[in-house]
């Protein structure tokens, strides 16, 4: 089992540098970037000035007329060239990807270009917020899917399982944005109640309370948002549960088992059991990094909680570079961490499976 492990972690750095390579080739070819956002901030403070003292005209003579970037004209050349310095584009592409992820291999993302704060200092800031959605959302889908698949799965062809059907498929047809904004509306004082609180995690106070307080008070922030996060990957992990649970329940060896005298819990949970989790344990890395990453964007802006995703949101709309690269080296890292921890649940689940013989 040390030598598998061994191997995943070592493939984790190509994967991670391919991840990486795909997407810093992206950035290249999108317009914009962190000098056209400069630009674009002196031309709005400059014709702000320029209404108020009733002038126009250009920002200053001499300027750089013929230069790559869009708005530039009027603004002096070494002024451009300062910037490119400063952002690092004064180096080619090549140069500049081998410098960064050689910072990287040491976790070290750099500063932010907009804000005057380290990315790994950030990326620990939000941290907290995105994980406690991630882990609270993904711990509630498998406490009500696991338990309502195996009960479907029992009773199949029931009424219960008619109904129950119904409802899970309208959970996985709404949108989860429009879940999230359906709660707030609901309980979080739209039209109706004023039962939670409209945004962030915690309350202004939060300091001042009674540790029973503060664990309350972070639940009762923390509920709405995890609701909406949960509701279409409750419904997919539930119907996932019933079908592995049937498939199994269908094989021979299940009718063998009864055949030799096996009450129907012995076959259920001594044999069943075990065989359909494997499935369901094998979607975990899905599901706990569909949450953490896409549904997290989505209920972070909807509940104005500060958060990763939100974090790699705007820094990819402020073409903040080191924070983009530096979430998404953090993102990659987690999700493929997961997957090495979902094959090692594998064998806590059954250990006949032995990794230690599978070919690389």
Known sequence: MGAYILRRLLLMIPTLLGIMIINFTLVQFLPGGPIETIISQIEQESSATDRISGGGGEIGGGGASDSKYQGARGLPEDFIKDLEKQFGFDKPPLERFLLMMGNYMRFDFGESYFRSISVIDLVLEKMPVSISLGLWSTLLAYMISIPLGIRKAVKDGSKFDTWSSGIIIFAYAIPGFLFAILLLVLFAGGSYFKAFPLRGITSENFSELSFLGQVLDYFWHITLPVLANTIAA????????????????????????????????????????????????????????????????????????????????????????????????????????????SDLTYIWVDPRIDFESRET
Do not use: C, W
Request: aromatic share 14%; glycine share 10%.
């Open 234 to 341: 409750f419904a997919t992990l539930t119907l996932l549960t019933k079908n592995s649970f049937l498939d199994e329940i269908k094989k021979q060896y299940v009718v063998t088992a009864r055949a030799k005298g096996l009450t129907e819990n012995k076959v259920f949970y001594g044999h069943v059991f075990r065989n359909a989790m494997l499935i369901i344990i094998s979607g975990f890395p899905a599901l706990f990094i569909g949450i953490f990453f896409a549904g997290s964007l989505i209920i972070e802006i909807v509940f104005s909680l500060d958060g990763l995703g939100r974090l790699g949101f705007e820094a990819a709309v402020n073409r903040d570079y080191p924070v983009l690269f530096g979430t998404l080296y953090v993102f990659g890292l987690i999700g493929l961490l997961v997957n090495l921890l």
